[in-house]
């Protein structure tokens, strides 16, 4: 059965550094999405992509945050100075259109130092 | 925006038991409500949804039911088992947008 992956599962980084987390989607999916889960509280979304362009992104995806599908099969976020409290699970999602089932990856888990 | 309220915030049941967990959502263009169910340290899963033009769905021991006039909709497993235990996650999507607004979680505990 087709799933999302994602890596790394774990990614550990110190405060002010950039990292850059991957995802690859269903391989016929053609909306994906970025969201995170704070420890113990539910998951938030951060921006959805589709078209090759950002087409949703909420109050936390600022100027620090960017995504990009460098290929046919990857999509990436990019945190660009890490805060302590970007420490959390993120999780990359997609679905095959605007109104159908909708996916996720098993995350990965953030920790700044 | 949407606002999905979910209640309860933990459940405790007897294996055997039904659970229930209901949602309720704030913005009547939403049309669709997925249940995810999330174990330790993985991602959540989906594990049935429902469109607005139903108003019940069946899948083996789970089932879904929406109230679009009162905006809830609510999860039903019977039989309960103890791999039943995990949090599970209500979430609505609206028309024009493709990320879901999720609950704040159910933490279910089935006991043996």
């Known amino acids: 059965e087709p799933e999302v992956t994602q890596t790394p599962s774990h990614q550990v980084t110190q405060m002010g550094q950039e990292v850059i987390l991957r995802c690859v989607p269903i391989?016929?999916?053609?909306?994906f999405y970025w969201y995170r889960q704070i420890l113990g509280q539910k998951v938030e979304f951060l921006v959805s992509?589709?078209?090759?362009?950002?087409?949703?992104k909420s109050e936390i995806f600022d100027d620090q945050f960017s995504v990009e599908r460098p290929d046919g099969s990857n999509f990436t976020l990019k945190i660009r100075s890490t805060k302590l409290e970007d420490s959390a699970m993120y999780f990359c999602?997609?679905?095959?259109?605007?109104?159908?089932?909708?996916?996720f990856g098993p995350g990965t888990r953030l920790t700044v130092t | 925006g949407e606002n999905v309220e979910q209640h309860p915030s933990t459940l405790s049941v007897q294996e055997g038991d039904s659970a229930v967990i209901k949602c309720t959502y704030s913005?009547?263009?939403?049309?669709?409500f997925p249940w995810y169910k999330q174990e330790l340290g993985k991602g959540p899963q989906l594990i049935i949804d429902?469109?607005?033009?139903?108003g019940e769905k069946k899948d083996q021991r789970i089932a879904v039911t929406l109230n679009k006039t009162a905006k809830h909709f609510s999860l039903h497993i019977t039989e309960t088992q103890p791999e039943d235990s995990a949090v599970y996650f209500c979430?609505?999507?609206?028309?024009?947008?493709?990320?879901?607004?999720f609950g704040k979680g159910t933490k279910l505990s089935v006991k043996p």
């Open positions: 429902i469109r607005s033009n139903v």
């Open positions: 999602a997609s679905d095959g259109q605007g109104v159908s089932e909708q996916y």
């Open positions: 913005d009547s263009a939403s049309n669709y």
């Open positions: 391989s016929n999916h053609l909306y």
């Open positions: 992509f589709y078209n090759n362009e950002i087409s949703e």
């Open positions: 979430a609505a999507r609206a028309k024009s947008q493709g990320n879901l607004i």
